[in-house]
């Protein structure tokens, strides 16, 4: 393991140990991979939102969290200084509604079958879809073994905070959280 990129090394809980069990010995159990949408709408600066994104886990260590195992007596979660969001953007705009609604299922299964290499953080993605002019979508793919709902909703608290500020050409307050 690099520790130039390692800021902390916790043990994993009790819940965690358990997603990590189901996941390395049935890596097509989907049941712990989460998929969040929703549709924006108006002149979305996509460049902003997915900054905002990065934000969000330059600003969370469990965001910047992966899990290690191999070679060691027991599993860890290792917090990385830097974690880069993988941000993937669709141009449905020449689709149909109908076709734009079945590359969309296609796209939950691609992201459902691709998962997630747990010992690569973030444990998450983000797909920006352009749909018509000033309609878009976004997905956000994460792992649940670091993220639950009471902590999506701070996720996306911060990520709208951030991309007001830096929409509106202000300093996102980039503050430790509480």
């Known amino acids: 393991m690099k520790m130039k990129n390692v800021e902390d090394i916790y043990p994993l809980s009790s819940l965690q140990e358990g997603i ?23 002149d979305v600066d996509l460049a902003a939102f997915a900054q905002a994104w990065q934000l969000v886990i330059d600003r ?17 979660q290792v917090v990385r200084k830097r974690a880069k969001l993988e941000v993937n953007h669709y141009d449905w705009r020449s ?34 879809v352009h749909l018509a002019e000033n309609s878009y979508r976004f997905v956000w793919v994460y792992h649940h073994g670091l993220i639950d709902g009471w902590s999506a909703s701070i996720v996306f608290n911060d990520v709208f905070n951030f991309y007001e500020a830096l929409t509106l050409g202000i300093e996102p307050p980039l503050s430790s959280p509480p």
Do not use: C
Request: glycine letters at 6%.
């Open 95 to 128: 689709l149909t509604a109908d076709e734009q609604e079945k590359a969309l299922d296609e796209l939950f299964i691609s992201e459902r079958t691709r998962g997630f290499d747990l010992s690569k953080a973030p444990l998450m993605r983000l797909g920006l």
């Open 60 to 76: 969370h260590a469990v965001l910047r969290t992966a899990v290690m195992w191999k070679g060691l007596n027991e599993a860890v």
């Open 20 to 42: 990590l069990f189901h996941t390395r010995h049935d890596p097509t159990f989907a049941t712990y991979f989460e998929i969040i949408t929703g549709t924006l709408h108006g």
